[in-house]
């Protein structure tokens, strides 16, 4: 049901985690082509969703590839000791993308999103926070300690500041200065509020076309760019139509315990439609405290990235690195 | 039905004009002690809501006092002649609560909420964009223009970032500095996404403690503040809670050409408590464009305010003006 | 012996109208291979020097091409009509660049700079205050007034952000886009503090390597980009050591009326020297009120820029128009 | 000959520890009236300047009482853990006036300063980075760790944007929430580049009328604001008079060796305001790096303050609790 209303507003189901559960629900068993693994931490529950055969594509609606979903409701909580552990596990999950790589690999760290509003502001918050590199290393390459990595950073705003599209920008950088990987930091949109700043994805799909907040038209991924691009992925709002819906379900579900009233889909999306019809659809759920969760969320993924990036940095250190 | 959701999930009607409109649709008819006008212009309806007798208080939920609702759709398009002509129509309704004033009466404009948060940064932008005058008319007062007066402005920032409860630092500065009149400018919550940044409210009664998207404890109003306090709102989101009721009900509209389903409230709050549960309902609802809107209805407010406030300005004049 | 200084502190005569006068001064005529003409204004006078012969391009420390300097004393005043008449002046400057173009061609706007150390913001703030549309044109192009222009907008940020050359950046954006025309806008160093935000100078040569305030390795021009590039350059400071030999310069002079004591150029140079040794000399005098001159500048120059693009516009639309 | 210039220019001496200098340069003895203590740790010098009689206050131009100057170098260097190390030395000279509070005493910060220019961005960018924990104290007390402090912020902008003096505006909070002890945080100017963003003056005496870079025209000072009053300062310009005076100076020690040109004080003042003369000789003179600079300042400071002011906080903790 879900998924209809999600069809029915263009709207992108960002986590394939999510997308899994849904069409589990439906079919009550494992997806062919889908293979699932997982990880349990004390902060986090790790889950590791491959799509291995290309049959899974379509009913998944992502490319093949490993998304590696972090859940750590922490995230949420005023914990600094949490939080730095969910950092940690990030870096762990980062590890065996970034350790094949040549000492002297080119890094690019692109942050998407509109810096002007909040839920989209992940990616360059988290951009603005990371340790940038590749020009000491271009011009004192021996004042560099071991163990940091060569790291640039793009930022590059969105289509209403700039009047080009997000990836065209990207990709003229890229060709420019041929990194050998990029990873590339964006705010998604989830179906539960519970996931808004508590779940991080990791896919090595890079970014979909359409997928994200900023519905970015192109795609952002190896095809598109020529390099390896890793997303790491936070969900920072649900879709209104999302909640329209789950509202009525819930509704229905209270009252069937008395009366025997089923869904009837058609209708709930009439019902949805009309209440969200002046801005299109195009509304989004998001707590009142998402400025501080978005801050803490940046911190999180740059610390994560820069215990990866810049193994040979202690903390102390990178917390006065930073520009 | 919707004051039963927004009492059980503590959210206040912002909009003395929906309050009305709720009331009445649930009565038929008009409240007792209200008074209401209207005027038309091509851009905008106004509506001024007054209640006149103690007794309407409690079934509003607001005190005695007017509100002047400036209904602009234009404010949501891309119609730069649109929104200046609602700026003037703003200028207009402020105009008798400025113009009783002594021409060297002070004016101190307030921005409530946070710039960090985008639907909540209504007000500190607005006061970014305002001409403050005041520290010239102190040291320069010849060098001004005629037509100009006395203007200071706070934005106080949110207990989170200060520590200190907003209306405690407007009290302190209204008491040293002593105002003739306070301006305060508020992001409020509405019960429809149509009203997000498309209606303006004036209330001569400030600001009630609670109301507002960043619920302030404490009010700022003539009471609190021992000076007159002009209260200019905006709804800049709508609460989640409202977005569910209205979608079961909708739906239930939908329902009853075929069955005879009526709403059950009590299940309605269950379900929605249990969509909304992670954020404890403190979730709202934004369009994606908020930023730009924000931005927009700023430069709306602060244009309304220039043309009231410094009426000896020229348009050209007010543009470089500003700090 | 400015010039002297100048080449010892490697600091790059920014401005073509002072190399000139400076190689006057000490030569007492024009230099061979330039050219120079004038045009008085109420508010500003317009002097365009035109660098005509190969030979005069190592005696300038320019290449060939036209430098016209705008001098407008104006900015510095609260004078909002004065300023808007310099945007006059400067679009009419700007004219013969841009009406040549055909009606559809994409015009790149370049804001160099570091937006978060105000001499150097000059440019992201110019750019953050222009109208871009190349988007509008693509998705919605009937929509658009006439008199309206395909333009785009970049600001790269600096190397230390970045970690990557701003010239390189530049190039992979230009060579995805293809714009027709690039119009990059930069802080400058001047030579006299009395230029400091008053001088608007364009050069149809682009932005030589080194030059400008943020000292980009990479030349940005019409050679290094494959399209035409326009310059707009404002001096937002001077260099302390020019400031230096300045101070003894005029204690000489003041010194000669009574005793007979020439400059030592060779100890001056050390004196500067040692005052300035703890940052190599890289120290640089502003005015306490830069920001609000950066601030109004950046709306001199946006202004200008948007006369000559946008011709179809109105002033009122112009001032809601911006994103 | 210094201070010749300071007082033809309207230039304080923000540095006791410069003003003493100078002072007994010129006399060759310690001033009477005056105590100097020092400490000497590996990443800096700290200097205690007491004025401990009336007699000294107008020698010294400062009131009675003390100034400690932490002296460190390595704040220019790109050295992390030096950086680190001097936030401690830094907590380690504000404990004797922290630990004699009572343990739920509250302490207001105060940033003083421009946040939009640079060199003035010291004071609101270091309260951006402290952890404020007053309203938690009042509404939630049980949840907060020990070894904390109730703590305010605020950082009240400047004359220019809020039309009302700085010191009305901390005044009229003050009175409000009466806390026990104030710290204000200043950017200061200084009489030699070689201490920007490198020294760090704390003094019990608060904010002189007329000193920082921003020249607050009135004091903020126990007597003024009826609490102690604790000033942080950071040079972060050097006036531009000063370096031309310093300049003569070094050239006429350059020229002696040859010749025997002594300094004429009153032709080098007109030397010098002849070249500063378009801004009235308000200008300074700052390190191309200043953003940089008061970014890790800012830190520094921030970093001292949590440490005294939350000594249960582990360095961890810290910099995530931050809001």
């Known amino acids: 049901m879900v998924l209809d209303i999600c069809r029915s507003f263009g709207i ?3 986590l394939a985690l999510e997308a899994r559960e849904i069409l589990r629900g439906e079919t009550g068993q494992e997806i062919p082509g889908v293979r699932v693994d997982r990880e349990r931490y004390n902060e986090a529950e790790v889950t590791i969703v491959n799509i291995v055969e290309k049959a899974a594509e379509a009913i998944m609606g992502k490319p093949m590839g490993t998304y590696i979903t972090i ?7 005023n914990n600094p000791a949490g939080h730095h552990r969910v950092s940690q596990i990030l870096a762990r999950q980062l590890e065996p993308f970034i350790s094949p790589l040549p000492p002297h690999a080119n890094i690019l760290l692109v942050g998407l999103g ?16 990371s ?25 590059p705003g969105v289509l209403g500041i700039t009047g080009i599209e997000t990836a065209e920008i990207i990709k003229g950088v890229v060709e420019r200065i041929q990194p050998e990987l990029m990873i590339v930091i964006d705010s998604l949109a989830a179906r539960s509020v519970t996931r808004i700043c508590t779940t991080i994805q990791i896919a090595d799909t890079g970014i979909a076309p359409g997928s994200g907040i900023g519905n970015r038209r192109a795609g952002i991924n190896r095809e598109s760019m020529g390099v390896p691009v890793i997303a790491i992925g936070v969900p920072t709002v649900v879709h209104a139509a999302v909640i329209g819906q789950d509202t009525i379900n819930a509704y229905l579900r209270q009252l069937q315990t008395a009366t025997n009233a089923g869904l009837n889909q ?22 009142k405290e ?9 911190k999180v993924i740059a610390g994560g990235l820069s215990l990866t ?4 940095l202690t903390a102390d250190d990178y917390s006065y690195y930073l520009h």
């Open 290 to 298: 998402i400025d501080s969760l978005i801050e803490n969320t940046a």
């Open 131 to 155: 340790l940038v590199t590749r020009h000491l290393f271009q011009y004192a390459p021996r004042e560099l300690k071991g163990g940091m990595r060569s790291v640039s950073a793009l930022a």
């Open 71 to 77: 859940e750590a409701p922490v995230l949420r909580e």
């Open 12 to 14: 992108s189901l960002d």
């Open 309 to 312: 990036l810049h193994p040979g």
């Open 114 to 129: 509109n810096w002007r509003a909040t839920p989209d502001a992940l990616g360059p918050r988290a951009i603005g926070m």
């Open 266 to 287: 058609h209708l709930a999306r009439q019902a949805i439609q009309q209440v969200l019809e002046p801005f299109g659809g195009n509304l989004t759920v998001t707590p």
